[in-house]
């Protein structure tokens, strides 16, 4: 059994900044790539951002130069700095793993992050 675990989210004022964590366990043989989606209602869930299994990073157009992910072995961090209200969202992990010779997407339950004054 594989569970992602995040933490972090929040309520922070424009141009403030949070950090999201994400921490998976359980029965796993490898982690591929992990990353974060944001989800906000009525709309289609969307990558923020990526790291893979070497380090190599991906990020959405509207958080470049702003947000960091970063990535240690099941664990990994984004930093979002100079945060905007349209950030406001429900932030997902998600991970690429490889259990019981079985590989497929696993998600985290979600994490709210609301900017506003």
């Known amino acids: 059994q594989v569970q992602l675990a995040e933490s972090g989210g929040g309520l922070v004022q424009p141009g403030g900044s949070l950090t999201l964590s994400c921490a998976a366990s359980g029965s796993i043989s490898s982690i591929y790539t992990m990353g974060w989606y944001r989800q906000v209602p009525g709309k289609q869930r969307e990558l923020v951002a990526s790291?893979?299994?070497?380090?190599g990073t991906n990020y959405a157009d509207f958080v470049k130069g702003r947000f960091t992910i970063s990535r240690d072995n099941a664990k990994n961090a984004m930093y979002m700095n100079n945060l905007k209200p349209e950030d406001t969202a429900v932030y997902y992990c998600?991970?690429?793993?490889?259990?019981?010779?079985?590989?497929?997407?696993?998600w985290g339950q979600g994490t709210q992050v609301t900017v506003s004054s």
């Open positions: 790291i893979t299994r070497g380090g």
């Open positions: 998600n991970a690429d793993i490889s259990s019981y010779n079985r590989r497929r997407a696993y």
